[in-house]
């Protein structure tokens, strides 16, 4: 058996189309006659919003244009005020027997001028023209009904697309933030035109519809380029390197349904495994599948350091007492450390496992009790699997030969949702169904000449859904496992700026008397220097809180890291938290405000001659303008004739991407 659980099939979806008929809540009236009253104007919305526009049987013939099989016939009129170069209007017929015709022109009811017409559909087949307008011009629309006087009843919607966004092009194209975690923001594709750019993406449907972005890789080059619905239901990017007039594509960098659910139809690109350059520039072509515009959301985000993932057998850590282990993991790690060589009963080998090593220091039997949880601690209903390997004398990875516990069990037919070692189970190994299959196998018996030896454990979310949970270990002993296998375990660190000081934060157990802590700090997250040490007091397996405050930070990016060093020398050196420093942030004042068309930012020589960047915000967050800045542009103004009118908030940031000052205005 490969599979526990059935395969399920991808869900054919349909798409909308970009522009979408919607229905309307204006009521409008056609005139029977050729008119330019005020009654009879149909709006132009950015989108087709259909509006009633019928022909009874009472009204007359008044045009006969011959064009699109059009002729003397009962016919009726309504008209629009261009607002753009583009507009599109589209006449749909509410019976499917009715065809019907339509005119476009300009000039007066004196003096008309045939522009275009449209008969293309048929029977109940809406008619539709495109026209290259004049902004403020009279448009007149003519719809009769084909080859019949009789009554015909019928929407029409006139709209124009919006303009292509600003990062239509990649030499617009908008720069994203990298920070450890994913910093969701929300673009648009609609109407946006092919930019034409080569070479020419490797995967998904043409790039009809594709606009660009671009950022700097982390000093570990271990991002990953995360998108999400909005609007926009399917999506596609390439990845590239180089500029815009001399593109590379960046190996393996197209993808077009990587997300998970609900954005299995999304893109998502992961580089833990084989890191990008960091510091160099990378560009982002993102469109929609099939010509699809709308919404979507897009994120790039990747440590500066990136250490062995604890997915692979090389990154784990030690176990040696109960309690929460709170790994939410996600994926499977960068290395395939199970195969048919050493998989035991994992038929499929690894899914989302994270590995652990433990080392007994004295003889008799181990068992565990594994209970997966949710995200507030409660017990839940998730499939984990599990192996252990040993004993060892060094940590060997990938552990060699077949383990000697292994469960495959698949609850809750086979047992419950609980697995482990436990007494009264006299199986090594189980598969997923079977006699006596329940989840438990037979605990691990320690001799005289196993002490002191290294387990290696592998544990399993078969379900692939990123929940942790609860190790009890029954041990013969309460001490039976040494915590001196790797010297101290290191939970979590944090740093943040307080006032004028930056606290570094963080968590350990299984603390000794002697143990002490060296906190270190880096300008580039790369070349670390010590700033000082902490003693400490057994915590044994208890959880401890520790903080270190750096009155000295460097203005812009700090990287702390803390290396735990037990009493007989060995040492374990947490992850890498980084925090930007910045002692003159301030509130920036802005003039005039409100403002029509320029604005000018009030602040001090300092700050001014460290801006590298200005951003644009409007009221949702969303950046709507940003330019890079020569830190001797002398004073700050800013151009936002181009803005809607509303709220905005002003964003500088130096040449690293720290930020400076904020400032909020309104544009009138």
């Known amino acids: 058996m490969s599979n526990k659980h059935q395969a399920t099939l991808r869900p054919f979806i349909a798409l909308a189309m970009q522009g979408a008929f919607v229905a309307s809540g204006i009521a ?344 997966p949880t949710n995200h507030i601690g409660q017990p839940a209903n998730v499939d984990y699997d599990f192996a252990i390997w040993g004993p060892m004398s060094t940590i060997t990875c990938p552990p060699a030969g077949a383990p000697i516990r292994c469960s495959y069990a698949y609850p809750p037919s086979a047992g419950t949702w609980l697995t482990g070692m436990a007494t009264g189970n006299a199986d090594v190994s189980e598969a997923a169904n079977g006699a006596g299959v329940n989840g438990f196998v037979a605990p691990i018996t320690v001799g005289a000449g196993d002490v002191g030896q290294i387990y290696i454990m592998y544990v399993d979310n078969f379900d692939q859904d990123g929940q942790s949970f609860n190790l009890t270990w029954n041990l013969s002993t309460p001490d039976q496992l040494d915590c001196t296998l790797l010297p101290i375990v290191m939970i979590d660190i944090e740093a943040f700026q307080q006032q004028d000081r930056v606290m570094v934060q963080w968590s350990a157990k299984e603390l000794a008397a002697n143990d002490r802590f060296l906190v270190e700090r880096s300008p580039d997250g790369r070349t670390f220097l010590p700033i000082g040490a902490i003693p400490v007091s057994s915590s044994g397996t208890t959880r401890t809180s520790h903080e270190f405050e750096d009155p000295r930070p460097e203005n812009g990016p700090n990287y702390y890291r803390v290396i735990a060093v037990a009493g007989d020398g060995t040492s374990t050196t947490s992850e890498v938290a980084k925090v930007h420093f910045r002692r003159h942030a301030q509130a920036l004042m802005i003039l005039p405000n409100p403002a029509a068309d320029l604005i000018h930012v009030l602040t001090t020589e300092d700050v001014v001659n460290e801006v590298g960047e200005i951003r644009l915000h409007d009221g949702s967050g969303r950046m709507v303008g940003h330019r890079k800045r020569s830190t001797d542009a002398g004073p700050i103004r800013v151009p936002i004739g181009d803005l809607d009118a509303g709220y905005y908030t002003l964003l500088l940031l130096d040449g690293s991407g720290a930020p400076l000052g904020t400032g909020r205005f309104m544009k009138e």
């Open 28 to 371: 409008q009236s056609s005139s029977d006659a050729c008119s330019f009253n005020a009654a009879y104007q149909y709006p132009v919305n950015s989108s087709c919003v259909f509006s009633g526009f019928d022909k009874p049987s009472s009204y007359v013939a008044n045009l006969s244009p011959g064009t699109c099989g059009g002729g003397n016939y009962d016919d009726a009129f309504g008209w629009f005020t261009a607002t753009s170069t583009t507009t599109i209007i589209t006449y749909d017929p509410d019976n499917l027997f009715h065809n019907p015709i339509m005119h476009l022109y300009s000039g007066t009811c004196a003096s008309l001028t045939y522009l275009a017409c449209a008969n293309a559909n048929g029977n109940g087949g809406n008619e539709t023209i495109t026209w290259t307008t004049t902004v403020g011009v009279n448009y007149l629309v003519r719809i009769q009904r084909s080859g019949t006087n009789s009554s015909m009843d019928g929407r029409l919607c006139v709209w124009s697309p919006p303009p292509p966004p600003s990062n239509d092009d990649c030499g617009n194209a908008i720069d994203l933030p990298v920070f450890d975690a994913c910093f969701m923001q929300t673009f648009t594709n609609v109407s946006a035109t092919p930019s034409g750019t080569t070479p020419a993406p490797t995967c998904s449907s043409a790039p009809n519809t594709d606009v660009w972005f671009r950022f700097v890789a982390p000093a570990s080059g271990a991002v990953r380029i995360y998108s999400e619905t909005g609007s926009l239901t399917d999506g596609a990017m390439q990845l590239y390197t180089g500029s815009c007039g001399a593109m590379t594509l960046v190996p393996g960098g197209c993808d077009d349904d990587g997300g998970v659910d609900p954005n299995t139809l999304m893109p998502y690109l992961d580089y833990r495994c084989s890191p990008l350059t960091g510091g160099a520039t990378y560009y982002i072509r993102f469109w929609g599948y099939n010509n699809n515009a709308g919404t979507f959301g897009l994120c790039v985000y990747g440590p500066d350091v990136f250490p062995t993932p604890i997915q692979d057998c090389s990154g784990g850590f030690t176990v040696c007492s109960s309690g929460a282990i709170n790994n939410a993991s996600d994926w499977r790690g960068c290395s395939a450390d199970l195969g048919g060589s050493n998989r035991g009963c994992l038929l499929n080998n690894e899914r989302q496992g994270t590995w652990y090593y433990f080392s007994p220091q004295t003889t008799g039997n181990l068992g565990f009790t594994l209970q």
